[in-house]
Antibody, heavy 125, light 108 residues
């Protein structure tokens, strides 16, 4: 069965960096893209960006441009998401999600069908 | 970026009630709209993709409709396990996906 297993909770000081991992199993890692989504306390879901494990292509949310990097290691079927220059606003639960697609007549609709369990990142002095 | 506005932001309902949640997009998105259920401490769960397609394993009391800019998630008969937050999400055009702000369904 498809599983996305994320790394454990992290605590960081403001200005530091954090790197979260997401290990995939139960499917061919390079066949599906990986997205990252976060939820700050009391807030909704925020799409952070996307990476193609096959090509390494990425797109990041404008709000995070310059501070986030997404990578993959196809030898271990693991995706990584790093956020730098952390502030208290980055305190959140971070999720990885597999991106699947619905094939219409000449178009594709993308959606997140499997999710990791979430990683709590706390930024505090 | 495309903005998604959900209404209501929260609602109180009883077991067995019919519940509808709306999601309006700031521009035309055809049927590029998905719905998720999210419970505290759990990963979000895909319910509906492409506006109206039911994800495998999701109970048939959940349904989605709409296209263009206006979409609806309906729960035909609310069950105890359905008390959660619900989010719409768009995947139209180039990758700058967005979620609605969420609708919290609470017990009346």
């Amino acid at each position: 069965q498809v599983q996305l297993e994320q790394s454990g909770a992290e605590v960081r000081r403001p200005g530091a960096s954090v790197k979260v991992s997401c290990k995939a199993s139960g499917y061919t890692f390079t066949d599906y893209d990986i997205a990252w989504v976060r939820q700050a306390p009391g807030q909704g879901l925020e799409w952070m960006g996307w990476i193609s494990p096959r090509s390494g292509d990425t797109t990041y949310a404008q709000s995070l441009q310059g501070r986030v990097t997404m990578t993959t290691d196809t030898s271990t079927s693991t995706a990584y998401m790093e956020v730098r220059s952390l502030t208290s606003d980055d305190t959140a639960v971070y999720y990885c999600a597999r991106e699947d697609r619905y094939a219409g007549n000449g178009y594709y609709i993308l959606y997140f069908d499997y999710w990791g369990q979430g990683t709590l990142v706390t930024v505090s002095s | 970026d495309i903005q998604l506005t959900q209404s209501p932001s929260s609602l109180s309902a009883s077991v067995g009630d019919r519940v509808t949640i709306s999601c309006r997009a700031s521009q035309f998105i055809s049927r590029y709209l998905n719905w998720y259920q999210h419970k505290p401490g759990k990963a979000p769960r895909l319910l509906i993709y492409a506006a109206s397609s039911l994800q495998s394993g999701v109970p048939s009391r959940f349904s989605g409709s709409g296209s263009g800019t206006d979409f609806t998630l309906t729960i035909s008969s609310l069950q105890p396990e359905d008390f959660a937050s619900y989010y719409c999400q768009q995947s139209f055009g180039t990758r700058a996906w967005t979620f609605g702000q969420g609708t919290k369904v609470e017990i009346k």
